[in-house]
């Protein structure tokens, strides 16, 4: 069992940064995938980048260029870096542990935090 939680979250003008943090409560160098997913109001639930062990990142379109996932596998954390933020980005943000197994995988997941993007 992995029990994360998030914190970074907050109110932020276009343009501007935040640093998400995701803090597990057990060692995640044995976790295959950490990613981290958003929701926004009315939509589905989608992955904004994810980390393997071996450090190979993936991300969604809509993002590249402008959000840096990482991982910190001796203290347990995975961030997200995120800049030039566009009103689009208001979500709620999940972090995500994935354990692959045959056919599918083992997923925890976070509480979320609040992204808001606004004048």
């Known amino acids: 069992q992995v029990q994360l939680v998030e914190s970074g979250g907050g109110l932020v003008q276009p343009g501007g940064s935040l640093r998400l943090s995701c803090g597990a409560s057990?060692?995640?160098?044995?976790?295959?995938?950490m990613g981290w997913y958003r929701q926004a109001p009315g939509k589905r639930r989608e992955m904004v980048a994810d980390?393997?062990?071996?450090?190979?990142?993936n991300y969604a379109d809509s993002i590249k260029g402008r959000f840096t996932i990482s991982r910190d596998n001796a203290k347990n954390m995975v961030y997200l870096q995120m800049n030039v933020l566009k009103p689009e980005d208001t979500a709620v943000y999940y972090c995500?542990?994935?354990?692959?197994?045959?056919?599918?995988?083992?997923?925890?997941w976070g509480q979320g935090t609040q992204v808001t993007v606004s004048p």
């Open positions: 057990a060692s995640i160098s044995s976790i295959d995938v």
């Open positions: 980390i393997t062990s071996g450090g190979y990142t």
């Open positions: 995500n542990a994935k354990k692959l197994r045959p056919g599918g995988s083992l997923d925890y």
